[in-house]
């Protein structure tokens, strides 16, 4: 009798749930931290004739030399540091999750935070030790030195600011994470052109730090584009775990195009801020709605009954996250993601309606 995948699946793999991603056609959509606005037509237009002239025929350049080149001068990455390219910083967090998964080695993040990390120590057989935020989402910062000491983690992970919270955990308590780690940091500032801090112009202090970005909240999370920047040593070891091509031609071509242009998606950056305050302010007024502070392109927010609220906003075309049933913390938590203000309108008297 022919085995089944589960007598031959990894046990880890069987264990990981997919990455779950709701159908979203025709809905108001919330609920993965996109940029709302695409870029003005006849900036469109130009892309469209750049993208033309790309020759799909061939492989792209493997390391995406120019593209690196770009970002290590639009993001101000220090003098001396590497730039890697990822599809998405999802493969980044792959990569560095398997160049680091020696046999008993563990990793470390604070929790709840984004999922890919806890997935990735599960897929690359790493021990995973999650540590619980406090109720109000900030980093226990003793606690989780602490906890370093005793788990001489080979890797920690933290988002900052951290999804889904947002919250920005302070500068010093980072710092004392980088001080007290023995394996590497990676730093995912996935939302740097919201929360305008970062470590990357403190990068070359810690030669234990890795700062790993992305451009898809930004605004192109279409297509797959993220990076990391470190010391040339790490770097290096990482380029060899990375797949050849892992970044296509098509999206080397338009993040060139686009990041060109940085000022475009930062001008719209900060319309999104601009919302953000709006936004807050007018959850936070909605009877029994709890708002946390946000850092990010987002708010969790606590209402009465998360699945009878996000039920109710699905019924009314619009889609958020909900937390609910995912950690103790989140309970009855759900994330929603700052749109346009016609977005933000309909979310909110349709939340107001599903309370
Ligand atoms: C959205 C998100 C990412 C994923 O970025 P991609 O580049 O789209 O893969 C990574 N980290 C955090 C914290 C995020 O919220």
Redesign the pocket.
Known sequence: MPLKPRDLIRSEVFAIKAYHVAESEGMVKLD??ENPYALPGPLREELARELARVEMNRYPEPTGKKLRELIARKMKVPAGMEVLL?N??????QIVSLALARPGATMMYPTP??V?YGMNAGLTGMKAVALPLREDFALDVAAFVARMREERPALVFL?YP???TGVLYREEDVVAILNAAEGLVVL?E??HVFAQKSFMPRLAEFPNLIV?R????LGL?GI???YMAGRPEWIAEFNKVRQAYNVNVLTQAAAEFVLDRLEVLEDQARRILAERVILGEALAALPGVKVFPSE?NFFLVRVPDANRSHEGLRRQGVLVRNFHGVHPLLANCLRITVGTDAENRILLAALRESL
């Open positions: 993965a931290m990822g998405g910083s999802d493969d980044l967090i935070t984004f890919m988002a951290n999804n889904p995912d996935a939302y790993m992305t451009v898809s909240k999370a797959r584009l993220g990010a």
